[in-house]
């Protein structure tokens, strides 16, 4: 299996990744609903055996409660998996999401994060939003210092638009940015990609499916029945005009798919992993069954011709709906 190095760091990614965001569970504010552990674990596990070498989350992905679950798939687990997760969101005692990059609070958070995924250096520490804008300085530069102090191999940032970047490596390097990247939301291509592309930034793009939408697995039904809590009621892509047009986009990804034995969400992940600015790719995955149903994208790749095939695709949805 053919990996990439993360920017200009000594990380070897496979093309795909285990994003654990659902893995958080139910009980806070970007849920997806109620997620049991032991499903989570399975997917986990299911992904590493099949070669996949790391796994993305978050501090605030159930409010810390991720991370645990992260842990707790790696007990025992060899080789181990590079891990990667984020700061700058907290929670107070009320449940309430809290914006914040100030030295202290990062500080707080890098040291709850290495004890609740049970590791003495987080390999890749990320800034999870540029928010608040005023304090990007602060949070990078408290980054650079755990950084030197070994408490994190390498620090990227998530969510940066090209004038954040620009901010913070002003200050020191940067290992990488994660901006939402799908066949559906692609407007990294206008700036992001080029940027990281040429300044040496590794990219690992998440919602390669747009959060399920591009499986093959969604229809209106389904949509229709989303549990109360889950974030992507509220979401514009499950919504009209958007849903109907990423439906029919699913079923021409299901066709280029049947031409392979490969699902619409493996061609969904196989187009973003065709940008040559992209190192890897963020799965999300909440069993066993998900996620052999994706791991097909670690080896599959699209051709010139079916990349033209979904850009003409898109350009007649365009029109369409101008």
Same mark, same amino acid.
């Given at each position: 299996?053919?990996? $990439? =190095?993360?920017?200009?760091?000594d990380l070897e990614l496979t093309p795909i990744g285990i994003g654990a965001w659902a893995m958080g569970g139910s009980g806070w504010a970007f849920s997806w609903g109620p997620?049991?552990?032991?499903?989570? !674990? /399975? /997917? !986990?596990?299911?992904?590493?055996e099949a070669g996949v070498n790391w796994i993305d989350t978050a501090a605030v992905y159930g409010y810390g409660h991720a991370e645990e679950v992260v842990a707790r798939a790696l007990e025992g687990v060899s080789p181990r998996p590079y891990v990667f997760t984020k700061c700058g969101r907290n929670w107070n &005692?009320? %449940?309430? !999401?809290?914006?914040?990059? =100030?030295? &202290?609070?990062? $500080?707080?958070?890098? &040291?709850?994060s290495l004890r609740r995924l049970r590791v003495e250096t987080i390999d890749l520490y990320q800034i999870h939003w540029p928010e608040p804008e005023e304090q990007i300085e602060e949070g990078w530069e408290t980054l650079v210092r755990l950084k030197e102090e070994g408490k994190v191999r390498w620090i990227g940032v998530s969510n940066f638009q090209v004038s954040h970047m620009e901010r913070a490596a002003r200050i020191a390097p940067i290992t990488s940015n994660q901006p939402p990247y799908s066949i559906i939301q692609p407007e990294a291509e206008r700036e992001i990609l080029p940027y990281c592309q040429a300044h040496s930034i590794g990219v690992i793009v998440y919602a390669p499916m747009k959060s399920g939408l591009l499986t %093959? /697995?969604?229809?209106? &039904? $389904?949509v229709a029945r989303l549990h109360p809590e889950d974030w992507r009621r509220r979401s514009p892509y499950f919504q009209e005009p958007m849903l109907t047009r990423a439906l029919r986009l699913v079923e021409l990804l299901r066709a280029i798919g049947a031409r392979h034995g490969r699902s619409p969400g493996e061609v969904a992940i196989a187009w973003t992993l065709r940008h040559p600015a992209v190192t890897g790719a963020i799965v999300g995955m909440r069993s066993a069954a998900q996620a052999s149903g994706i791991l097909g994208a670690l080896e599959f790749r699209l051709s010139p011709e079916e990349i033209e095939e979904i850009a003409a695709f898109m350009s007649r949805s365009e029109e369409a709906t101008a």
């Open positions: 299996m053919q990996k $990439r =190095r993360l920017g200009t760091s997620q049991d552990d032991r499903d989570s !674990i /399975a /997917a !986990i596990r299911t992904a590493l &005692e009320r %449940g309430e !999401i809290v914006k914040t990059l =100030r030295r &202290e609070d990062v $500080r707080k958070e890098c &040291e709850n %093959g /697995a969604m229809t209106r &039904e $389904r």
